[in-house]
């Protein structure tokens, strides 16, 4: 049973346009959720967090919205640039601050 | 400020060996924890190591053990190897203050691959 989803396996995007990722999750006892990028052969390097008890975080061209009425969080990246093209991982903490992960979304952004 | 390193970065072995993988921590970090990512999928939690200690485990079987060293240092260890163990090792390090919400940073992993 998945408990964080990242329906859209991929998602292409024009350079200089906004990138929307999305993630739902099922388990209201999250309490930090974080974005990640990969490379490939890399490891996931860390983006941006938000807690629970907020609903928007902004760094930079990074910005995170947690909807927990809704139990979604979504990634926007403005403007998006060639560089940002990788895989994009949602994760939530979960009790013990272990982190479960959605499966990833690969964004392409064009030039 | 050195980042997680992790050792090696390949590596093949047989059905039924044994594999030992080590990770050194972020300078400052005081916990660190292991992932499995399978191909096209996320990372999965095997286990989380805090001042030497094991502190949470995911779904993985006891031949999945692991250890922390005094210098916050690790290794991942997997016996009696099977095919489904080809995965990406993944070794993430984090700094514990109390209550406080941490953030876990990645090293670059080890491609393991059972034959």
């Known amino acids: 049973d998945q408990q964080v989803k990242q329906n859209s396996p991929s998602l292409s995007v024009q350079e200089g346009r906004i990138s929307i990722l999305n993630c739902d999750y099922t388990?209201?006892?999250?309490?930090?959720f974080l974005w990640y990028k990969k490379y490939p052969a890399e490891g996931p390097t860390f983006l941006i967090s938000i807690s629970s008890i907020k609903d928007k975080n902004e760094d930079g061209r990074f910005t995170v919205f947690l909807n927990k009425s809704a139990k979604h969080l979504s990634l926007h990246i403005v403007p998006s640039q060639p560089g940002d093209s990788a895989v994009y991982f949602c994760a939530a903490r979960e009790y013990g601050n272990k982190l479960v992960f959605g499966a990833g979304t690969i964004l392409r952004v064009k030039s | 400020e050195t980042g997680v390193t992790q050792s090696p970065t390949h590596l093949i072995k047989t059905r039924g060996q044994q594999v030992t993988l080590r990770c050194s921590s972020q300078?400052?970090?005081?916990?660190v924890s292991w992932y499995q990512q399978a191909l096209g999928q996320g990372p999965q939690f095997i286990f989380q190591y805090y001042r030497e200690e094991e502190n949470g485990r995911g779904n993985f079987p006891p031949r999945f053990s692991g250890l922390q060293f005094p210098n916050y240092s690790s290794e991942l260890n997997v016996n009696a190897l099977e095919l489904d163990d080809s995965a990406l090792y993944l070794c993430?390090?984090?700094?514990?203050?109390?209550?406080?919400?941490?953030?876990?940073?990645f090293g670059p992993g080890t491609r393991l691959l059972v034959l």
């Open positions: 993430a390090s984090s700094l514990r203050q109390g209550i406080l919400q941490e953030t876990q940073y």
């Open positions: 300078s400052g970090h005081n916990t």
């Open positions: 388990n209201s006892m999250f309490d930090y």
